[in-house]
């Protein structure tokens, strides 16, 4: 590149000489350009370019198919498309295309939750207070097929009240993606827009499905199946979270992307993030031995490694005992986690099965130490070994199944659809230690005290 990006990663719409044009104006002749100056000049080709490619792109008609194969073909022969760059300024566009997700509704509160809610004021006193969002994500593609741990992850660190915001999608290249998992658990994943802020009021766990959050895109899907290769589209799903979480875990399966997703972080604005990459090319924190990590925060970028046994206490498992399954045997798996039941379903072993065959205890301990290590990001744990103390508490208390429970059932109100309403026994049932069953004890017990 001949010089500095233009762009202010975070906030494109208001920097950048191109960032401003108006969308009327963007076409195939003026893509034509860009197309002419990447082929021909891919040294002189900047980020301010490659976001105005991309903001052809995300209109129908900015491009032709043609035009939109021939320059993600280019970019990826150019080497560009690995540019920390030049993948924020394509991943801030996508952004600035997307569904706005501004208030999601569970801002801090002195008073009592309503009846059904969860009760936050305890729970955000704890580690640093962090309030905001976070997610815990994988760039897929690595090829091993694990059982879906983020998203099962994700719903155990909501288990402790920390409002994870969490973005994904279907199987692109796994048998079970994290909508598949969800869909399978009888959620409903394509609510109206306008019922989102009534999630994170009722539980700490949100999910957002991706199609749904970004149109602009759907376009463009023929053309990427047209082309049978990867190209930077495949790298951009965990940096376009609509609700912008300023923390996050981010996988990879490639250590050379490690660097470059930390930086692409550090350029979009993101306070605090841990990327990892298995040792063994898996876009997660590996339950087998040794995980790269790249550890961003107050916009420096430090490089290390961790270890399940040496950092957070745990076994160590083949990636073969923590293989996955269909979306419906993952389900099954799922909530035999979230029951914290010792008993597996018939398609896992108990204990793990000397031929390594996938079993419960390793899947488990593969789920805390992604939890852990997300709910170190999240401010909620001092220490790894402390994260999966968190964790264990979260699945043990019933807060993991209460924050899914809280999701599931919200998705389908949101949807139109009658839900039972719970009750909890006298002495709270499975009351998670800082969840909204806390919070209906209370109200239950007011309700008996005016009688």
């Given at each position: 590149m001949s010089g500095q990006a233009s762009i202010d990663f975070a906030n494109p719409q208001v920097s950048g000489q191109n960032a401003t044009k108006d969308d009327s104006q963007l076409n195939p002749d003026t893509f034509k350009m860009l197309l002419k100056k990447l082929v021909q000049t891919p040294n002189e080709f900047e980020p301010d370019d490659c976001a105005q490619c991309f903001r052809h792109l995300c209109i129908r008609g900015g491009a032709s198919d043609a035009q939109a194969g021939a320059f993600l073909t280019a970019l990826a022969l150019s080497g560009l498309e690995s540019e920390p760059e030049m993948v924020a300024a394509c991943a801030s566009v996508l952004r600035q295309h997307a569904v706005a997700v501004t208030d999601l509704g569970a801002k801090p509160s002195d008073s009592d939750p309503k009846h059904d809610h969860w009760d936050y004021r305890e729970s955000d006193k704890e580690g640093e207070g962090y309030t905001g969002y976070v997610d815990i994500v994988g760039t897929g593609g690595d090829g091993w097929d694990t059982f879906n741990v983020s998203t099962t992850a994700a719903v155990v660190v909501a288990g402790t009240g920390v409002r994870v915001a969490k973005h994904g999608s279907k199987a692109a290249t796994s048998t079970?993606?994290?909508?598949d998992l969800l869909l399978s658990l009888d959620c409903r994943l394509s609510f109206p827009l306008s019922t989102l802020s009534t999630f994170l009021p009722s539980s700490p766990f949100l999910f957002l499905f991706a199609p749904h959050y970004h149109p602009a895109l759907a376009h463009i899907a023929p053309i990427r199946r047209s082309l049978n290769f990867r190209t930077v589209f495949n790298v951009?799903?965990?940096?376009?979270?609509?609700?912008?979480?300023?923390?996050?875990?981010?996988?990879?399966?490639?250590?050379?992307?490690?660097?470059?997703?930390?930086?692409?972080?550090?350029?979009?604005?993101?306070?605090?993030?841990?990327?990892?990459?298995?040792?063994?090319?898996?876009?997660?924190?590996?339950?087998?031995?040794?995980?790269?990590?790249?550890?961003?925060?107050?916009g420096e970028i430090t490089k290390s490694t961790i270890h399940p046994t040496r950092d957070f206490g745990l076994s160590t498992h083949s990636l073969s005992s923590v293989r996955g399954s269909t979306p419906e045997l993952n389900a099954l798996t799922f909530t035999t986690i979230l029951s914290n039941s010792s008993q597996p379903p018939s398609h896992l072993s108990s204990p793990a099965s000397p031929e390594d065959s996938p079993s419960l205890q390793s899947i488990t301990d593969y789920v805390l130490l992604n939890a852990a290590a997300l709910l170190r990001v999240a401010g909620r744990a001092k220490d790894w070994k402390h994260g999966v103390q968190l964790a264990r508490d979260s699945i043990a208390s019933g807060g993991a199944k209460t924050a899914f429970e809280g999701f599931r059932d919200n998705s389908q109100k949101a949807m139109g659809e009658n839900?039972?309403?719970?009750?909890?026994?006298d002495d709270g049932g499975v009351a998670a230690k800082n969840g909204f069953v806390k919070a209906w004890l209370r109200a239950k017990q007011s309700e008996e005290k005016g009688r």
């Open positions: 079970s993606g994290s909508a951009l799903g965990p940096l376009i979270n609509p609700a912008k979480p300023q923390r996050m875990l981010l996988g990879v399966a490639n250590e050379q992307l490690g660097s470059t997703f930390a930086q692409v972080l550090k350029l979009l604005g993101v306070e605090r993030a841990l990327v990892v990459c298995g040792f063994e090319g898996l876009d997660e924190i590996s339950p087998a031995g040794e995980t790269h990590t790249w550890w961003l925060e107050k839900v039972a309403i719970k009750t909890v026994e």
